[in-house]
């Protein structure tokens, strides 16, 4: 993803009432998926996806923010999904 299209994703998120803080955690779990999405293109060699790693930081950081219940244990994977479930769902309304 170039600047640009960050900047028009960071007031994108803005113009959803999001904080900043909020905001610029989004974007960097959007950069993790689409680096994992480059990962895992098919290159005719088998590469390992290590789905035990536990979430990070900035994911647990953000996961609280949205008021999401953490389970013990959770993984880097589990807790993108979370995320990604939750901004769906303020996104309906």
Not at 9 to 29: N, Q, S
Not at 59 to 77: A, C, W
Request: aromatic share 4%; glycine share 2%.
């Amino acid at each position: 993803m170039e600047i640009k299209e960050y900047i028009l994703a960071l007031e994108e998120l803005r113009k959803a009432k999001l904080d900043e803080d909020m905001a610029i955690a989004v974007i960097h779990e959007y950069a993790i998926d689409k680096r994992e999405e480059i990962r895992n293109k098919p290159s005719g060699v088998s590469k390992t996806i290590e789905s035990n790693d536990l979430a990070t930081e900035k994911q647990i950081s953000l996961l609280k923010k949205m008021k999401i219940e953490i389970p013990k244990g959770l993984t880097k994977i589990e807790a993108s999904k979370l995320i990604k479930e939750n901004l769906n769902k303020e996104e309906e309304y």
